[in-house]
């Protein structure tokens, strides 16, 4: 069975432009929660996408967002990047909403603002 | 910010040697998780805790779930040199979907 997979792997992007980050989440897998990892504030939640809507946001501003399709794959954007943006981007997949099973998370997406 | 103290920062470890490892949490969580990190990759769970008091075991590694639910710790026997990592604890809140709130991790480093 394929793992998480997050595409790009590296991305190196200037102030004020925007991105966007895609997570195929594994088979079957039908949460998708995505996480902010950087050295200061540690792994931080951002969101979390069931059934193509947005069930739980963790407290970060408007700029990030995200979206789920039918097919479970998730993608997250950021708008009007800043310098603080530069983060290790990471999904986690998990089979539902229940909280009693595994949450697997991808490689990450390492994302660099200039 | 996080919510989770988690203990000690960094440790140097030789070798054949026990570890050990802590998490606490001003908020009770109804499951603790341990995740191990390596360089470049996600995190990658290593055990999960689902009920107050209960203490699981994978391989050399034991973890257990506090009583209060406000804490755990990770237990790491004989160690060896692939155990080097950065390890991370997480809670997760009763009717809080899957949103994990993480510890600030544990980089254990071998002595020189």
């Known amino acids: 069975k394929a793992g998480v997979t997050q595409t790009p792997r590296y991305l190196i992007k200037t102030r004020g432009q925007q991105v966007t980050l895609s997570c195929s989440p594994i088979?079957?897998?039908?949460?998708v929660s995505w996480y902010q990892q950087t050295p200061g504030q540690g792994l931080q939640f951002l969101f979390e996408?069931?059934?193509?809507?947005?069930?739980n946001k963790g407290n970060f501003p408007g700029r990030f967002s995200g979206r789920q399709f039918s097919n479970s794959r998730s993608e997250m954007n950021v708008s009007t990047l800043e310098l603080g943006d530069s983060a290790l981007y990471l999904c986690?997949?998990?089979?539902?909403?229940?909280?009693?099973?595994?949450?697997?998370f991808g490689p990450g997406t390492r994302l660099t603002v200039l | 910010g996080q919510q989770l103290n988690q203990s000690p920062q960094s440790m140097f470890i030789q070798e054949g040697e026990d570890v050990s490892m802590n998490c606490t949490s001003s908020?009770?969580?109804?499951?603790w998780l341990w995740y191990k990190q390596d360089p470049g990759e996600g995190p990658v769970l290593l055990i999960a805790?689902?009920?107050?008091?209960e203490l699981t075991s994978n391989g050399r590694l034991t973890a257990q779930f506090g009583i209060t639910r406000k804490d755990s710790f990770l237990n790491i026997s004989a160690s060896i040199p692939s155990d080097v990592g950065i390890y991370f604890c997480?809670?997760?809140?009763?009717?809080?979907?899957?949103?994990?709130?993480f510890g600030g991790g544990t980089r254990l480093m071998v002595k020189p």
């Open positions: 997480a809670g997760q809140a009763k009717n809080a979907g899957n949103m994990l709130t």
């Open positions: 805790l689902y009920k107050a008091g």
């Open positions: 088979s079957g897998h039908r949460s």
């Open positions: 986690a997949s998990s089979l539902d909403l229940s909280g009693d099973n595994e949450q697997f």
């Open positions: 996408y069931f059934s193509e809507t947005q069930r």
């Open positions: 908020s009770i969580f109804n499951t």
